[in-house]
């Protein structure tokens, strides 16, 4: 099961379906071909959707379904996948941070599992060989040549064996994407907390879809937020009941001190500064277990419809 060679497939659909998607590809032989999804173009709903699929590699289905409108009106992400380890670990999580050149970008996708050097690789695998790679990046700019060679020389391929899918937050694409990963956020919390994610059998997500911001700012508020203070994940997983009990209580978004007011707030206390958060904060609001073991079925923590329309309303 080669990540990066699922997502070139999946690449393919941008290019065949340029005008349709609203996305713009720019690709020669010599140079790593870019999918502008949202920086220079408008993209929309379909790329999205699309995007957020092949930052799973392929392994999840992302789709969108009608929100609750006690939370907020409007659609909500759903994403749903029987390999969760592969499609939001070693894929999905925006784990390697791209700087260089005045340029920056959060980076997802399988390249991470090419490129292999987050310490997470030494605990779920995964890390390939591989002849292309494929990444995400969260960003408002396109990625210039010197950047596109250096993530191809960190993932071992050429520069020509390289494909990057491109939206910021601010967009249509861009906060669909970052929305989908409400299973992924949950699985990073546990890993964190040291359970082994090798258990996880199965995971369903969904979180209110918020408007598309003015900036890339509001917009990474919003779509923490949309997860934060709105997500639910289900996931059906084996361990022990008392281990699950202990566990879930520490899963939620709620287990954190700086829970309870929208993430623009948050991150504008600690400078816009990631780091400075208590990590135990990125999780989503509401996470069911389900034991296969045992049959029991265990819920924690609670959405926060309040936060919620304040961070989309602001």
């Known amino acids: 099961m080669n990540l990066n060679e699922r997502a070139v497939g999946l690449c393919e659909q941008f290019v065949?379906?340029?005008?349709?998607?609203?996305?713009?590809?720019?690709?020669?032989?010599?140079?790593?071909?870019?999918i502008d999804c949202g920086v220079n173009v408008v993209g929309g709903l379909k790329a999205g959707l699309a995007m957020a699929?092949?930052?799973?590699?392929?392994?999840?289905?992302?789709?969108?379904?009608?929100?609750?409108?006690?939370?907020w009106p409007g659609p909500a992400v759903q994403v749903r996948t029987d390999q969760p380890v592969a499609a939001c670990m070693a894929s999905q999580y925006a784990g390697w941070q791209i700087a260089g050149g005045g340029y920056f970008a959060m980076g997802s996708g399988p390249m991470r599992a090419a490129r292999g050097r987050e310490e997470l690789f030494n605990s779920i695998g995964f890390r390939e060989e591989?002849?292309?790679?494929?990444?995400?990046?969260?960003?408002?700019?396109?990625?210039?040549?010197?950047?596109?060679?250096?993530?191809?020389?960190?993932?071992?391929?050429?520069?020509?064996?390289?494909?990057?899918?491109?939206?910021?937050?601010?967009?249509?694409?861009?906060?669909?994407?970052?929305?989908?990963?409400?299973?992924?956020?949950?699985?990073?919390?546990?890993?964190?907390?040291?359970?082994?994610?090798?258990q996880v059998e199965s995971g369903f997500g969904v979180a209110p879809l918020p408007p598309v911001a003015a900036d890339d700012l509001v917009g990474i508020g919003?779509?923490?937020?949309?997860?934060?203070?709105?997500?639910?994940?289900?996931l059906w997983l084996r361990a022990e009941d008392a281990t699950l009990e202990e566990l879930g209580m520490q899963i939620p978004s709620s287990s954190s001190a700086d829970h309870g007011q929208p993430f623009g707030q948050v991150f504008e206390k600690y400078d816009h500064d990631f780091y400075k958060i208590d990590p135990l904060l990125f999780s989503p609001a509401q996470v069911t277990l389900i034991n296969l073991e045992t049959g029991r079925t265990f819920r924690f923590g609670e959405l926060c419809p309040d936060v919620i329309r304040q961070s989309f309303s602001e």
């Not at 930052?55 to 992302?62: D, H």
């Open 222 to 234: 919003r779509t923490n937020d949309a997860v934060l203070y709105g997500g639910e994940v289900t």
């Open 130 to 198: 591989a002849s292309h790679a494929v990444g995400v990046l969260e960003s408002g700019e396109l990625p210039p040549a010197e950047v596109c060679s250096e993530i191809a020389q960190q993932c071992r391929v050429e520069s020509h064996c390289l494909t990057l899918l491109v939206a910021p937050t601010s967009s249509i694409a861009g906060t669909i994407q970052v929305v989908a990963r409400s299973i992924e956020t949950c699985l990073h919390k546990m890993h964190e907390l040291g359970f082994d994610l090798s």
């Open 53 to 71: 699929e092949v930052c799973m590699s392929g392994l999840g289905s992302v789709s969108l379904v009608p929100g609750g409108a006690d939370l």
């Open 16 to 34: 065949d379906n340029a005008a349709e998607m609203r996305v713009a590809v720019s690709s020669r032989d010599d140079a790593t071909r870019i």
